[in-house]
């Protein structure tokens, strides 16, 4: 199983940026896969998650102006970022673990999930 994540980069405040998780090893569109970010000197914590099932839950921090989908096509999930602000400053990374089904609950316990792209650096400044 491997997660790539990309799409990071600096952008404005108010601006938008989209994050891919490439998946391989395994088809995507069978397990939770979830969006989780690290700000310097900050505990990792979760955003957004997919269920098999195309539920999603996102958190309420950014409720509203990030959406996660996915692509079963192309076994990716995506994170789309819109109305950006200097908190959302931040090293994202995507994960996925086979055995969540309810990934609401799941989001708060990032150390449950056992498999882990490399982060992509998202900056929000002017």
């Known amino acids: 199983v491997q997660l790539q994540a990309s799409g990071g980069g600096l952008a404005q405040p108010g601006g938008s940026l989209r994050l891919s998780c490439a998946a391989s090893g395994y088809t995507l569109d069978y397990y939770t896969i979830a969006w989780f970010r690290q700000a310097p000197g900050k505990e990792r914590e979760g955003v957004s998650c997919i269920s098999s099932s195309d539920s999603t839950y996102t958190v309420d921090s950014v409720k509203g102006r990030f959406t996660i989908s996915k692509d079963v096509a192309k076994n990716t999930a995506y994170l789309q970022m819109n109305s950006l602000k200097p908190e959302d400053t931040a090293v994202y990374y995507c994960?996925?673990?086979?055995?969540?089904?309810?990934?609401?609950?799941?989001?708060?316990?990032?150390?449950?999930?056992?498999?882990w792209g490399k982060g992509t650096q998202v900056t929000v400044s002017s």
């Open positions: 994960a996925t673990d086979f055995e969540v089904r309810n990934c609401d609950v799941a989001l708060g316990y990032p150390h449950r999930w056992d498999y």
